[in-house]
């Protein structure tokens, strides 16, 4: 299902999921997104202050546990969509042919 | 009152019944009052006999005393019968099923308005007969006789109908049962007298002196258990399982009965007796010549329940699925261990009660519905819960899960596959639970979850569930035979109803109380010959 | 003081209510899971009811195990859930068929030795195969049929792990062979092994047994495949009890397995994966089941009692959010009779409670601090810290980083917000909505107050607390993690644009390799026998028809004619020749 | 009066003759009948009573001198088991088809030859007796004779039902006429080696003979009398005249033969094998129980083949009895003690049950007026006994354990076992399977067929065929049951044939 988006620009991608509650209010979304871009940044910035115990040292590092949630985020959602639905995924009526 | 004379009584009450109804014929209520009285008074004089088979004393008192003899057919071979645990079960598990399926067959035979009905009941009675004659047999020769008895008495039950197809059918039945008994099982036993001399069940088997004095070799062994085995049947061993299948011609009372429980069990008894008490386990080990059965048997039961997952007709895929699950019985005792002889034992008991409750079940879908074959069982649970819910209790016990009786068979095959090291019968019950659960589970699902076929206009998801028909609204499928297809029925009649449902209750009961028959399993056990 | 096994109220109490309607059977739903609860809590500390079962053997139906407290009672706390969430949907089987289910697996949890155990375990199959059937539709039919077959394999091999094991037991003589405690075969007893006998290869089959009911791949496919065809409450009930029984037999029987560490993070892994392929709103949610159970099974693998009681913990919680996130799930079914997230979406217009509740669940499955999965499933994790297992913890920090993304934004996401469809419908009746208040409270409750959870767990500690979840340290790294993970998602949204696909799975053997490998080649075999066996039968026909019968054409044979007299003399003649020949020849 | 006792041997004989000759002379209505049934009554029960005798003496024969001439000229009467087992089967059979005979032959034959017919009757049987009862070689061939043409006579009254009684009969007639001749050739080459017609001297001069295997006279003799022999008791296949003959006799002459005519020939052959040639020259230094076997075999196999494809009752039967003389020659050319045993327990259980089927055919014949398969169609309701006694007699064919014909099969299956013919065995356990199939072909029929015609209306046989019908199908269930009679007097007769006394 097409979420009609006929932009090709990476701006256009990234709206395209948003268009229906862009819609609604855009207000709302932009909202989100500096809220909670606030937040990361502060979350991030917050292993200044703290010093989180460590096991294998690398989880010491500071910044480790943002960049490793989204690192690890990235890597899951590339690999399930462009490796192993390569080989696996077929069309939602294959069992009932 | 040592009790050796009860077993002619067992066979006696019966043929008395059988003689009795012929000659109240002409009363129907008088003719099916003879045949429930017959049958109470029959287990009631197999519960005489039951205590003597458990006794803790039982090998050195029962078995050691002379054995009870009918008349000397020939100088040296008599008919003999003979107390003994594994015939035990058999006439047990027989002669109280028979009272269940007496009141049943009142349900079926009138509610279908069949014919003939006097020579029905009549040859019931003998074909009960037979059963106990096999049952209590002493010797070799004697359960041959009977199991020739069984045979023709049960002949006119399957051609019942005369229609051309039970005629041929019928035909089948015959060729097969008495095709193979006369030509291998008769002359493996007359080999067996010519060998040994002795025809007389012992624990341990006659053989043993022949083959120490080498008067007879292993091969010659080997031979003549291939011809006891195929000789046998009503075990029913593919290939010579055909007329199992031919058999479901009859009415269902039969199949019930007769091709659940009495006759196929018959086969198996003899089956388990010939192994045990005949060639015995020693004979068997030490010539390595009954190792074939093992596998044979494991691939009846899986082939038997492949071809059952292809039968639309009911009665036609129980009567696989019989074939199957017979085997389970020949593959067990072909283990040669105790606990496989256990296992085969409890089977014949756990088999009966579950798969004549399937029958039950088939008969009472007939009866009500006019219905025979799967496809049209859509929904059919939501009309007659007390019918298909006995049938998925007979399902669960066929795939053997607990709490049912097949669990406890099933966990004792296992045990025995384990003592004895074959990891190919291991394989073939988890392939066998597997296809049961195949052929039985969409049964099951048809009838209550599926939406029957006059109702798919107007289904409703939530409400599909349907009432709990009262039983005894019925009567009715008969005038309107033009609306049967459309499902206008309820239960059908109560005899039919109360039958199955005990005997789905007696196969959950057995779970739970399986004493008498595992008494009588150790009983077995305990009189083998030490090894 | 209770004497029998508490699951039994639920069991036997199931099968009262196809005979009673009405109100009386909206009363009796929610009585009997509160009564099994009570009486879980009646059963004294040193309970050891026996019966003897099979001549001779023992069966110990009531026992204490370390983890029966916790998962006894929230298997009775669910049952009491989900039949308040089924109460307005009046399902004659299903309910019954799902006590029978939930009760079996409390009974479960108290038995004593292997053979109840396992008895039980059957009993679970039945009853839940017969949820999913409730499903009511052709899809919910065939898959109800492939997840019976499953687990009556399954159910087999266990029990064949179980003789052999029972055999070996007997073998060296023990005096009760049935007994739990010979069956914890653990680090020691399992990883030592030596293929020598049938003993030996016990532990593999009951394993096997086991991580069938407990969804590991390659093996669990029948959780995907099953669980989203049941009914909206079916789902719920589905949800709660065999893979959490699962978990609780693994911990008895396998505790400190390590292979268990590698099978659970191989779950982990292959939730997420398939949970990001997926667009059916709970099929989403079944994926996150192996997920969540990966991280339970890990636990047990790693062994210690921190992470025993980690499993405990985490399973404890996520019964109660997963319940919570397929109710959300299930009112949206309910209300709009859609699934796939291709047709939902904007659904915040008019269903905020089922939104609200669905997103609490969402943080629970997700771990944030203060609902009840930050206070367990850190538990696991630590431990595998604390071992120093690198690998793992780092693939559990992943997959907890992976579930936020998947179930935690995805579903609400997908479900609630995104794209607006249209649909307008509003929240659910009020049963369902009470049950998933009440989880959402639950949820949210141990959260913050996790001290009378701790205090059930396997190894409650003596000295103060064992675990201490709520760390600066904790719960900033966590934050770190989680909202770095949610930015992932919005990041990548275009590429998780949902399809219109399914993804294959172990069960394309059975589904689809199997039937073909049947009608390509072994179909044409047996119909080749089948020809040629009737061949044989029809000639052979012929022939017995022209040997038996005198009215056909083929049966006019001269062997049978009747012969002339002229011809009879021949024939006498050549055997007086005969015989004369022989007599002066021999 | 003559000392009864004393005279057993003879009078067994001579009181039938003389009754045959008398019955010309009872004219009409009932009385050609009863005197036939009182004659043959007498006569069985002297039979009885020989048996009686025998068994007490313990003697292994009774022996007894016509006209009180020493028996190397005169003729000698011996009674050993085996033959006083005989008589009592052909004397027994005989008195209950004539009892039966009554209304059937009423039925059947016009009523002005009732007394010729009675006559032949009684004479047929007399001369069956001789030939059973008779020491002596040649007087073995006069009652031949005698038996011979009455039955010839027998046979052709049964124009009156079917006008091809009368080519059956010539049929039989030459055949039998060769066979005949060929028996008389057969001994007197034998007179010629011997110089005598007493069977013992007989056997004795032939083993004084020092080239006795390579004699060509007594090799020619042998030939000669195996072949007559043969045709006489119906080998196959050598049996062409039998089927026919059976089908178109009048029941009762069916019935009467079936049950004893051949069993006598067989029990000529018998005499001559073992008696007379004996047991070392007939099956050792002869390999003729090869070619005995592999006639028996085939006759076996063919002619229950043969029998299944009738669609007539009588003749289906009548091929069973063909075959079933296969199971008998079998037996004895075993020439072990269980083979031969087998034979002779078979002569009288077969003719026990064929004779009660082929009553049992005859009611059905009277009350429905034929005996076709299609006849029979749902019978058994309407005469419920007749057709209850067919297939238990039936089942006796098929050698069902419990019935007379099961005992047979025990001792022929282990007497092949005994001398390794495992052939033998399986050509015997699938002629049971072949008599299955045809006897299943009548109960089929009677049971599960629908009733047309006369059928439909027929009533139950009256009680004067019911009787004796039941009488044999009872003693053929009896003899199944507890066989120790039969059994160890076939036993004991088997172990004096092979022990070489004639």
């Known amino acids: 299902m097409s979420d009609h988006d006929n932009d090709t620009g990476i701006i256009a991608k990234l709206r395209a999921p948003w268009q229906s509650m862009l819609d609604e209010s855009p207000k709302a979304v932009r909202t989100f997104w500096v809220v909670s871009l606030v937040l990361l940044l502060l979350i991030a910035f917050a292993d200044i202050f703290v010093h989180h115990h460590?096991?294998?040292?690398?989880?010491?590092?500071?910044?480790?546990?943002?960049?490793?949630?989204?690192?690890?985020?990235?890597?899951?959602?590339?690999?399930?969509?462009?490796?192993?639905?390569?080989?696996?995924?077929?069309?939602?009526?294959?069992?009932?042919? | 009152m040592t009790g050796t004379e009860l077993p002619l009584l067992a066979m006696a009450v019966p043929a008395v019944g059988a003689i009795l109804i012929g000659v109240f014929g002409r009363w129907p209520n008088i003719r099916e009052l003879i045949t429930v009285l017959t049958s109470v008074t029959l287990l009631g004089v197999v519960l005489q006999i039951l205590p003597l088979a458990l006794a803790d004393d039982f090998w050195s008192t029962t078995w050691t005393a002379e054995p009870l003899v009918l008349l000397e057919m020939l100088p040296g071979i008599p008919l003999t019968l003979k107390i003994e645990p594994l015939g035990m079960i058999y006439a047990l598990i027989a002669s109280s099923l028979w009272i269940l399926n007496s009141l049943y067959s009142v349900g079926y035979m009138r509610g279908n308005k069949e014919k003939h009905q006097t020579r029905f009941y009549m040859c019931f009675a003998l074909a009960i007969a037979s059963v106990m004659g096999i049952a209590f047999s002493g010797n070799i020769f004697t359960l041959f006789v009977f199991y020739e008895a069984l045979s023709v008495s049960t002949y006119p039950l399957v051609a019942h109908k005369g229609t051309p197809e039970a005629v041929r059918s019928a035909r089948v039945y015959l060729g097969i049962l008495v095709g193979t008994s006369v030509g291998l099982l008769l002359p493996a036993i007359i080999a067996t007298y010519y060998f040994t001399g002795?025809?007389?069940?012992?624990?341990?088997?006659?053989?043993?002196?022949?083959?120490?004095?080498?008067?007879?070799?292993?091969?010659?062994?080997?031979?003549?258990?291939?011809?006891?085995?195929?000789?046998?049947?009503?075990?029913?061993?593919?290939?010579?399982?055909?007329?199992?299948?031919?058999?479901?011609?009859?009415?269902?009372?039969?199949?019930?009965?007769?091709?659940?429980?009495?006759?196929?069990?018959?086969?198996?008894?003899?089956?388990?007796?010939?192994?045990?008490?005949?060639?015995?386990?020693?004979?068997?080990?030490?010539?390595?010549?009954?190792?074939?059965?093992?596998?044979?048997?494991?691939?009846?039961?899986?082939?038997?329940?492949?071809?059952?997952?292809?039968?639309?007709?009911?009665?036609r895929r129980l009567a696989y699925s019989t074939v199957s699950q017979l085997s389970y019985i020949t593959i067990a005792a072909s283990l040669l261990s105790p606990l496989g002889y256990m296992a085969a034992a409890i089977h014949i008991a756990a088999h009966a009660f579950g798969k004549i409750t399937l029958f039950f079940a088939a008969g009472s879908i007939y009866t009500a519905a006019h219905k025979t074959n799967?496809?049209?069982?859509?929904?059919?649970?939501?009309?007659?819960?007390?019918?298909?819910?006995?049938?998925?209790?007979?399902?669960?016990?066929?795939?053997?899960?607990?709490?049912?009786?097949?669990?406890?068979?099933?966990?004792?095959?296992?045990?025995?596959?384990?003592?004895?090291?074959?990891t190919f019968v291991i394989v073939v019950v988890l392939l066998s639970t597997l296809l049961n659960a195949g052929y039985f589970l969409p049964i099951v699902w048809r009838a209550f979850f599926r939406a029957p076929p006059e109702e798919t206009h107007h289904a409703s998801m939530s409400h599909a569930d349907g009432n709990f028909g009262d039983p005894h609204d019925h009567g009715h499928g008969h005038k309107d035979h033009g609306h049967d297809d459309h499902g206008d029925h309820g239960e059908a009649p109560l005899p039919i109803v109360f039958a199955l449902t005990c005997t789905a209750a007696g196969t959950v009961l057995l779970f739970f109380f399986p004493d008498i028959a595992l008494g009588l399993a150790e009983q077995i056990y305990r009189g083998l010959p030490l090894p | 003081m209770i004497e029998f096994p508490p699951g039994l109220i639920l069991v036997l109490g199931a099968l009262l209510l196809p005979f009673v309607k009405g109100p009386v059977r909206g009363a009796l739903s929610l009585l009997l899971p509160l009564a099994t609860l009570v009486a879980v809590w009646l059963v004294p500390d040193d309970a050891n009811v026996t019966v003897s079962f099979l001549q001779g053997m023992e069966m110990t139906l009531v026992k204490w195990n370390r983890p029966t407290a916790v998962f006894a009672t929230i298997f009775s706390l669910m049952a009491f859930g989900g039949a308040l969430f089924a109460l307005n949907q009046n399902r004659k089987v299903e309910l019954p068929a799902a006590f029978v289910y939930a009760g079996s697996a409390v009974c479960v949890t108290f038995a004593g030795d292997i053979l109840s155990l396992f008895i039980f375990w059957e009993l679970m199959a039945v009853g839940s195969s017969i949820v999913v059937w409730s499903g009511n539709t052709e899809a919910s039919g065939r898959a109800g049929l492939r997840y019976a077959a499953v687990h009556f394999l399954g159910g087999?091999?266990?029990?064949?792990?179980?003789?052999?094991?029972?055999?070996?037991?007997?073998?060296?003589?023990?005096?009760n062979p049935l007994l739990l405690d010979y069956f914890a075969f653990g680090p020691g007893g399992f990883d030592a092994l030596s293929f020598n006998g049938p003993g030996d290869i016990a532990p593999f089959l009951i394993l096997i047994g086991i991580l069938i009911n407990a969804a590991t791949p390659p093996f669990g496919s029948w959780l995907a495949d099953a669980y989203p065809e049941a009914s909206e409450s079916g789902t719920v009930f589905l949800s709660a009890f065999t893979t959490k029984t699962s978990v609780y037999v693994l911990m008895i029987l396998f505790a400190g397995t390590e292979l268990l560490i590698y099978a659970g993070m191989m779950m982990a892994v292959y939730g997420i994966v398939y949970a990001i392929l997926e667009n059916d709103m709970r099929r989403i949610l079944a994926y996150s089941i192996v997920n969540q159970v990966g991280f339970m099974v890990c636990g047990i693998g790693i062994g210690t009692e921190m992470a025993l009681n980690g499993a405990a913990a985490h399973a404890f919680a996520h019964i109660i959010y997963k319940a919570l996130l397929l109710m959300s799930a299930g009112s949206v079914l309910y209300m709009t009779g859609k699934r796939k997230c291709t047709d939902l979406g904007g659904l915040y217009h008019t269903m905020p409670i089922t939104m609200w509740c669905g997103i609490i669940g969402a943080l629970a499955i997700s771990a944030f601090p203060w609902t009840s999965g930050f206070i367990s499933k850190s538990m696991i994790s630590q431990a595998a810290a604390d071992n120093h297992l690198f690998a793992a913890?780092?693939?559990?920090?992943?997959?907890?980083?992976?579930?936020?993304?998947?179930?935690?934004?995805?579903?609400?996401?997908?479900?609630?917000?995104?794209?607006?469809?249209?649909?307008?419908?509003?929240?659910?009746?009020?049963?369902?909505r009470a049950a998933m208040i009440f989880f959402a409270v639950l949820c949210v409750a141990l959260g913050v107050w996790y001290e009378p959870l701790y205090a059930i767990l396997p190894f409650p500690n003596v000295n103060g607390p064992l675990y201490e979840p709520y760390t600066v340290s904790h719960v900033v790294s966590q934050l770190q993690l989680l909202l770095w993970s949610g930015l992932a998602f919005f990041l990548l949204l275009p590429v998780l644009k949902r399809t219109l696909t399914?993804?294959?799975?172990?069960?394309?053997?059975?589904?689809?390799?199997?039937?073909?490998?049947?009608?390509?080649?072994?179909?044409?075999?047996?119909?080749?026998?089948?020809?040629?066996?009737?061949?044989?039968?029809?000639?052979?026909?012929?022939?017995?028809?022209?040997?038996?019968?005198?009215?056909?054409?083929?049966?006019?044979?001269?062997?049978?004619?009747?012969?002339?007299?002229?011809?009879?003399?021949?024939?006498?003649?050549?055997?007086?020749?005969?015989?004369?020949?022989?007599?002066?020849?021999? | 009066m003559i000392d009864i006792q004393a005279n057993l041997p003879a009078l067994i004989v001579v009181i039938p003759l003389l009754g045959g000759v008398l019955a010309t002379f009872t004219g009409r209505g009932i009385l050609p009948w009863a005197w036939a049934s009182l004659v043959t009554g007498a006569t069985f029960a002297l039979t009885l009573r020989m048996m009686a005798t025998l068994l007490q003496s313990g003697a292994p024969y009774i022996s007894y001198e016509l006209g009180n001439w020493p028996r190397w000229w005169g003729i000698e009467y011996r009674v050993d088991l085996l033959n006083a087992f005989i008589l009592l089967v052909v004397a027994g059979v005989g008195f209950i088809t004539t009892l039966y005979a009554r209304e059937s032959v009423n039925d059947e034959i016009a009523k002005d030859r009732h007394h010729v017919f009675y006559a032949v009757w009684i004479l047929a049987i007399t001369g069956l007796l001789g030939i059973t009862i008779t020491g002596d070689a040649f007087n073995v061939y006069v009652l031949l004779e005698i038996s011979s043409l009455t039955v010839y006579a027998l046979i052709a009254m049964g124009k009156d039902r079917d006008r091809r009684a009368l080519t059956a009969s010539l049929r039989y007639l030459i055949l039998g006429s060769v066979g005949a001749s060929f028996i008389l050739l057969g001994i007197g080459y034998l007179m010629m080696v011997t110089g005598t017609l007493n069977m013992e001297d007989m056997h004795n001069q032939l083993m004084r003979l020092a080239n006795l295997d390579t004699n060509r006279t007594v090799l020619v003799a042998f030939a000669f009398l195996l072949v007559g022999l043969s045709i006489k008791m119906a080998l196959y296949?050598?049996?062409?005249?039998?089927?026919?003959?059976?089908?178109?006799?009048?029941?009762?002459?069916?019935?009467?033969?079936?049950?004893?005519?051949?069993?006598?020939?067989?029990?000529?052959?018998?005499?001559?094998?073992?008696?007379?040639?004996?047991?070392?020259?007939?099956?050792?230094?002869?390999?003729?129980?090869?070619?005995?076997?592999?006639?028996?075999?085939?006759?076996?196999?063919?002619?229950?083949?043969?029998?299944?494809?009738?669609?007539?009752?009588?003749?289906?039967?009548?091929?069973?009895?063909?075959?079933?003389?296969?199971?008998?020659?079998?037996?004895?050319?075993?020439?072990?003690?269980?083979?031969?045993?087998?034979?002779?327990?078979?002569?009288?259980?077969?003719?026990?049950?064929?004779?009660?089927?082929?009553?049992?055919?005859?009611?059905?014949?009277?009350?429905?007026?034929g005996t076709d398969i299609s006849h029979l169609r749902g019978l058994a309701k309407r005469m419920p006994l007749t057709c209850g006694a067919l297939a238990l007699g039936g089942l006796g064919l098929i050698g069902m354990p419990l019935t007379a014909g099961f005992i047979s099969k025990w001792y022929l299956v282990k007497g092949a076992m005994g001398s390794g013919m495992w052939g033998l065995v399986v050509v015997v356990l699938f002629g049971s399977l072949l008599a299955l199939v045809y006897v299943w072909k009548l109960i089929e029929a009677m049971y599960f067929g629908e009733p047309t015609g006369r059928s439909a209306e027929a009533k139950e046989a009256p009680l004067s065929m019911l009787i004796p019908i039941w009488i044999l199908v009872a003693l053929s269930i009896y003899f199944g049951v507890d066989a120790t009679f039969?059994?160890?007097?076939?036993?004991?007769?088997?172990?004096?044939?092979?022990g070489g006394t004639p």
């Open chain 1, 54 to 97: 460590e096991h294998f040292g690398i989880d010491g590092t500071p910044g480790f546990y943002s960049l490793y949630g989204l690192g690890a985020c990235v890597v899951m959602v590339l690999g399930s969509k462009f490796v192993v639905a390569l080989v696996l995924k077929r069309k939602d009526t294959y069992y009932d042919d």
């Open chain 2, 198 to 315: 002795n025809l007389d069940f012992q624990p341990g088997g006659v053989f043993q002196e022949a083959l120490a004095n080498e008067r007879i070799v292993g091969p010659a062994i080997g031979v003549l258990f291939f011809m006891y085995m195929y000789g046998i049947g009503k075990a029913a061993l593919m290939p010579m399982h055909k007329w199992l299948p031919a058999a479901m011609v009859a009415p269902t009372p039969v199949s019930a009965l007769l091709h659940a429980v009495a006759v196929v069990k018959a086969g198996v008894f003899s089956v388990v007796k010939v192994i045990i008490y005949i060639f015995g386990t020693t004979s068997l080990v030490s010539t390595g010549q009954g190792e074939w059965l093992i596998y044979v048997a494991g691939a009846t039961i899986v082939i038997a329940s492949c071809i059952a997952l292809f039968q639309d007709n009911l009665k």
């Open chain 2, 374 to 422: 799967i496809s049209q069982l859509d929904g059919i649970g939501r009309k007659m819960p007390w019918t298909m819910g006995a049938f998925a209790i007979g399902s669960l016990s066929m795939i053997g899960v607990p709490p049912t009786a097949g669990f406890i068979s099933k966990w004792y095959l296992l045990s025995g596959a384990w003592e004895t090291g074959y």
């Open chain 3, 156 to 175: 087999a091999v266990m029990m064949a792990g179980i003789l052999a094991h029972v055999f070996a037991l007997n073998a060296g003589g023990v005096e």
């Open chain 3, 393 to 432: 913890w780092m693939v559990l920090t992943a997959a907890s980083a992976g579930v936020f993304l998947h179930a935690g934004i995805k579903f609400p996401w997908f479900v609630f917000f995104q794209k607006d469809r249209g649909l307008r419908p509003p929240d659910p009746p009020w049963n369902m």
């Open chain 3, 502 to 586: 399914i993804t294959l799975d172990f069960d394309w053997f059975y589904r689809r390799f199997v039937p073909v490998l049947w009608r390509s080649v072994l179909k044409p075999v047996v119909t080749v026998f089948g020809w040629s066996r009737d061949v044989f039968f029809i000639e052979s026909k012929r022939f017995a028809g022209a040997m038996t019968r005198a009215d056909t054409e083929a049966a006019r044979i001269p062997l049978f004619r009747e012969w002339s007299l002229g011809s009879a003399m021949v024939l006498i003649t050549f055997f007086l020749f005969v015989f004369l020949v022989v007599g002066y020849t021999h």
């Open chain 4, 237 to 369: 296949p050598l049996h062409m005249w039998l089927p026919k003959a059976y089908t178109y006799a009048p029941s009762a002459v069916s019935a009467l033969l079936a049950a004893t005519a051949t069993k006598v020939g067989v029990y000529m052959a018998f005499r001559f094998l073992f008696g007379i040639f004996g047991v070392g020259f007939s099956f050792y230094a002869m390999p003729s129980h090869l070619i005995l076997l592999a006639m028996a075999s085939l006759g076996i196999v063919f002619s229950s083949l043969a029998a299944i494809r009738q669609n007539n009752a009588k003749s289906l039967l009548a091929y069973s009895s063909v075959g079933q003389i296969g199971y008998i020659v079998a037996g004895f050319s075993l020439a072990n003690p269980d083979g031969v045993a087998g034979s002779i327990v078979h002569i009288f259980n077969h003719a026990v049950t064929k004779g009660g089927m082929f009553l049992a055919l005859g009611a059905v014949a009277y009350r429905v007026g």
């Open chain 4, 486 to 498: 039969t059994g160890e007097t076939a036993t004991r007769a088997a172990a004096g044939l092979l």
